[in-house]
């Protein structure tokens, strides 16, 4: 009995230190957003086109898609990848079973999807008025809806770990995708994400300006081919954070320091009102989720579960207007000291935030 019982033991404590191991967290310091979202239509709620003219590429105003076709890249073993299909797709159309699935703020979400072939794909956007200098945080979540089969209806992940991959890159305004000048995030596999195939996670990654003017790629592939290789975005976030960084001379030394842009503008500062209650004053190009995560800290929990305690006081909305006043916290307890919003560097069960800088 004894025996059984001290195997029962060893085998929790191995299972905790795989989920610990599988669960991964780079350890970054705590800093103040002081922006709003810098994105442009960052919950794909402003309308969409078809870029190109190509029926199957619908993509969300203010951005644009990148995509190989007909060549292979580095880890397909020679399989050459396609042009994907991509859709805007309404929360309506969508099957009941998947709308807390694949959507994130609103009533839009963007899907990317190629069956049976590799696929490399990236979205782009180029973000104006950065100050040289400051740092700034991307937030994006991602569900990689890869499957490697179907077993009675039912999804199976892929059974090779590197085939899927989440990166982000940036560089100055115009840069090409793929590019050398571009500065590249670490690359994001069920390698060094638990769980990476069907299931959402919240990427995050800091960078420094290096431009006024600087266009951000969010990039997603398979190496592989799959039944299916699909990915859901919405709810995207860049954001402004209090810290500075030195910014290398252009062509590494010899010539002049970009030139500073204009200066971002601090939050201010949310005080609780007599009653202990907290508002939030809506401002331009904000939406639930970005307003989860700036209070995030303030409630004690991280973004993903601040956004449904947020929409449930403001009486389940899906949708903000500027100027709108949204209640964060009901009237309680009075808090004698202010509260400043930023960033959750934590992680859930559900959905950790993975952090790098």
């Known amino acids: 009995m004894k025996h059984k019982i001290a195997k029962s033991v060893l085998l929790l404590a191995a299972t905790l230190l795989v989920a610990l191991l599988s669960f991964p967290r780079e350890q970054v310091a705590a800093q103040e957003i002081i922006s709003g979202n810098l994105f442009e239509n960052p919950g794909f709620e402003a309308g969409y086109f078809n870029q190109d003219g190509i029926p199957q590429i619908a993509v969300p105003n203010g951005w644009r898609m990148h995509w190989l076709d007909g060549v292979a890249f580095e880890g397909t073993e020679g399989v050459v990848a396609f042009r994907p299909e991509t859709v805007v797709w309404y929360i309506e159309d969508a099957p009941v079973s998947e709308r807390t699935l694949f959507w994130r703020d609103g009533s839009f979400t963007l899907k990317l999807f190629k069956p049976w072939a590799p696929v490399f794909v990236a979205l782009s956007q180029d973000v104006p008025n950065l100050e040289v200098g400051r740092n700034y945080r991307m937030s994006v979540p991602i569900f990689v809806d890869m499957v490697g089969s179907y077993d009675g209806g039912n999804k199976v992940q892929p059974y090779r770990t590197d085939s899927g991959f989440v990166r982000f890159s940036v560089g100055s305004a115009g840069t090409p995708w793929r590019s050398g000048d571009l500065t590249y995030s670490p690359t994001w596999t069920a390698e060094n994400v638990f769980p990476f195939y069907l299931a959402q996670q919240t990427y995050s990654w800091d960078f420094t300006a290096t431009a006024e003017s600087m266009t951000i790629f969010i990039e997603m592939g398979s190496r592989h081919p799959w039944e299916n290789s699909g990915f859901f975005i919405d709810g995207v976030g860049l954001y402004a954070l209090g810290t500075q960084s030195p910014v290398p001379n252009p062509g590494g030394g010899g010539g002049s320091a970009a030139p500073a842009g204009p200066t ?39 973004p993903e579960e601040a956004l449904p305690i947020i929409r449930d006081l403001n009486g389940g909305s899906t949708f903000v207007a500027v100027g709108q006043e949204v209640l964060i916290k009901e009237p309680g307890e009075t808090v004698n000291r202010p509260i400043t919003p930023t960033r959750s560097l934590g992680s859930n069960h559900e959905v950790c935030q993975i952090l790098y800088d």
Do not use: C, K
């Open 264 to 302: 971002a503008t601090p939050f201010p500062t949310p005080t609780p009102r007599p009653d202990g209650a907290i508002i939030h004053t809506v401002n331009s190009g904000e939406s639930f989720w970005s307003i989860a995560i700036q209070y995030a800290p303030a409630l004690g929990v991280t």
